[in-house]
């Protein structure tokens, strides 16, 4: 007979008496289901001998006995008779594995003991995730790991033993910028989550380590870019209970920008202010423009560059360490020098070279530009036609030929027999050099 969680268990045995009678035996199990462990007390009537089913056994009229997981059928006798009682301890195995990325979703294997098909389990941790037990009594459940956490299974009748999860942060670490000297560039680095840890940072510039700290969850931390370096960046995650560490390794370069035309920025302008510096004539801006471009050219070929127009390595280095031009005549004190060899015109001024302007002498087949020293002895403001074409704030030094602006002043001879000058700059020379100004030209 079953009453709640009691089993009573009558047996009823004809013991001998005076007159012959047998007495009934009986034999009660509490409680008969439960979750695992399960702690089962057996009683009776008269002492009786147990078999708990399980491989255990017992002797007395009342003894206790804990159940694993599982379907036990216990067993009693004695002289007066025998039975059996049927016990279900419920219990549920979990597995997860011991890791996994963030973001990702983890599989979390488990199983009812004893087996049941249709049982609802609820998976829970970061979050929860309902299943329903198969028919060997096994489940899975594949939640998105977005925090370490303990996982747990349930039923209505047993819980499973938490199992950890670890999570493998997310780090991502990158360079923002060029890398180019005098440019800004920063390492922007963070966690997620972040709650998953700090970071720390290790930076070595050549054998000298010059960062080592500990950060939050992100960071932007800005490198020096004013000499030329090479950077190592070390990133790690000093990880919080229930994630794991995880590490980038950046290699960051400060080095030359190639700069061409079309290009802007601080680069840009302190290009300009070097080959200022240097008597070039450049403008002042940040845009690498067809003013630059011809100073670019200028230098090019000054310093026996190839004539390409494009700020690179080479440019940079010979930037650092450029040839100086002097004046090859030292009279007068001020003149102008034209220096076909490398197409550029000088103006001197206490015999040293003030200003280096980019030119174009003759080129076309049968055409020449004459060498010799001449003086300007006519000037034109504004255009000039001539029989070639019209000229800009010209000034005649011998004959037809003059030093005279042009839109087209490439970087190698092409003209009729002139001096052609970048149009920017031909109202400057007209104003600073007055007739009678000496024109060397070799």
């Given at each position: 007979?079953?009453?709640?969680?009691?089993?009573?268990?009558?047996?009823?045995?004809?013991?001998?008496?005076?007159?012959?009678?047998?007495?009934?035996?009986?034999?009660?199990?509490t409680p008969t289901t439960g979750a695992?462990?399960?702690?089962?007390?057996?009683?009776?009537?008269?002492?009786?001998?147990?078999?708990?089913?399980?491989?255990?056994?017992?002797?007395?009229?009342?003894?206790?006995?804990?159940?694993?997981?599982?379907?036990?059928?216990?067993?009693?006798?004695?002289?007066?008779?025998?039975?059996?009682?049927?016990?279900?301890?419920?219990?549920?195995?979990?597995?997860?594995?011991?890791?996994?990325?963030?973001?990702?979703?983890?599989?979390?294997?488990?199983?009812?003991?004893?087996?049941?098909?249709?049982?609802?389990?609820?998976?829970?941790?970061?979050?929860?995730?309902?299943?329903?037990?198969?028919?060997?009594?096994?489940?899975?459940?594949?939640?998105?790991?977005?925090?370490?956490?303990?996982?747990?299974?349930?039923?209505?009748?047993?819980?499973?033993?938490?199992?950890?999860?670890?999570?493998?942060?997310?780090?991502?670490?990158?360079?923002?910028?060029?890398?180019?000297?005098?440019?800004?560039?920063?390492?922007?680095?963070?966690?997620?989550?972040?709650?998953?840890g700090r970071l720390a940072v290790t930076?070595?510039?050549?054998?000298?380590?010059?960062?080592?700290?500990?950060?939050?969850?992100?960071?932007?931390?800005?490198?020096?870019?004013?000499?030329?370096?090479?950077?190592?960046?070390?990133?790690?995650?000093?990880?919080?209970?229930?994630?794991?560490?995880?590490?980038?390794?950046?290699?960051?370069?400060?080095?030359?920008?190639?700069?061409?035309?079309?290009t802007r920025g601080s680069a840009v302008?302190?290009?300009?202010?070097?080959?200022?510096?240097?008597?070039?004539?450049?403008?002042?801006?940040?845009?690498?423009?067809?003013?630059?471009?011809?100073?670019?050219?200028?230098?090019?070929?000054?310093?026996?560059?190839?004539?390409?127009?494009?700020?690179?390595?080479?440019?940079?280095?010979?930037?650092?360490?450029?040839?100086?031009?002097?004046?090859?005549?030292?009279?007068?004190?001020?003149?102008?020098?034209?220096?076909?060899?490398?197409?550029?015109?000088?103006?001197?001024?206490?015999?040293?070279?003030?200003?280096?302007?980019?030119?174009?002498?003759?080129?076309?087949?049968?055409?020449?530009?004459?060498?010799?020293?001449?003086?300007?002895?006519?000037?034109?403001?504004?255009?000039?036609?001539?029989?070639?074409?019209?000229?800009?704030?010209?000034?005649?030094?011998?004959?037809?030929?003059?030093?005279?602006?042009?839109?087209?002043?490439?970087?190698?001879?092409?003209?009729?027999?002139?001096?052609?000058?970048?149009?920017?700059?031909?109202?400057?020379?007209?104003?600073?050099?007055?007739?009678?100004?000496?024109?060397?030209?070799?």
């Amino acid at each position: 007979m079953r009453c709640g969680l009691l089993v009573c268990l009558l047996l009823l045995v004809g013991a001998p008496t005076a007159a012959g009678a047998r007495h009934d035996v009986t034999v009660q199990a509490t409680p008969t289901t439960g979750a695992a462990p399960l702690q089962v007390t057996f009683t009776s009537s008269e002492d009786v001998t147990w078999d708990f089913g399980d491989g255990s056994s017992g002797q007395g009229a009342s003894v206790t006995h804990v159940y694993a997981a599982g379907r036990w059928t216990a067993s009693w006798s004695s002289a007066n008779g025998s039975g059996t009682v049927e016990i279900v301890a419920h219990g549920i195995v979990l597995s997860a594995p011991r890791s996994v990325r963030y973001g990702a979703r983890a599989t979390l294997r488990g199983r009812l003991i004893p087996a049941e098909q249709g049982v609802s389990v609820s998976v829970s941790g970061a979050s929860t995730v309902a299943t329903t037990s198969r028919g060997d009594g096994t489940f899975a459940a594949r939640p998105r790991i977005l925090r370490g956490a303990v996982w747990t299974a349930k039923t209505t009748d047993a819980a499973s033993a938490g199992q950890p999860l670890a999570v493998t942060p997310q780090l991502r670490a990158r360079l923002l910028g060029s890398g180019a000297r005098g440019e800004r560039y920063v390492l922007a680095a963070n966690i997620r989550p972040a709650a998953a840890g700090r970071l720390a940072v290790t930076i070595r510039r050549g054998g000298t380590t010059v960062v080592d700290h500990v950060y939050g969850s992100a960071l932007r931390l800005r490198l020096d870019t004013r000499r030329l370096a090479s950077y190592t960046i070390k990133v790690r995650i000093r990880p919080n209970e229930l994630y794991t560490a995880a590490e980038r390794v950046l290699h960051a370069h400060v080095v030359f920008p190639r700069l061409v035309y079309g290009t802007r920025g601080s680069a840009v302008a302190q290009l300009g202010q070097r080959l200022r510096e240097l008597h070039y004539a450049a403008p002042f801006a940040a845009a690498f423009d067809s003013r630059m471009l011809d100073a670019v050219y200028a230098f090019e070929k000054v310093q026996g560059l190839a004539r390409t127009g494009a700020v690179d390595l080479a440019f940079w280095r010979r930037l650092e360490t450029p040839r100086v031009p002097a004046p090859r005549y030292a009279a007068p004190a001020a003149h102008i020098e034209i220096d076909k060899q490398h197409q550029v015109l000088y103006i001197v001024r206490g015999s040293r070279v003030t200003l280096i302007v980019p030119v174009s002498t003759a080129g076309l087949p049968g055409k020449f530009t004459p060498v010799g020293r001449f003086s300007i002895y006519r000037k034109v403001d504004g255009f000039d036609p001539s029989p070639l074409g019209t000229l800009y704030d010209p000034m005649y030094f011998t004959g037809g030929y003059a030093i005279h602006g042009n839109p087209s002043v490439p970087p190698y001879p092409a003209s009729h027999g002139c001096v052609r000058v970048p149009m920017w700059l031909a109202p400057i020379l007209y104003a600073t050099n007055p007739y009678g100004e000496t024109v060397y030209v070799y």
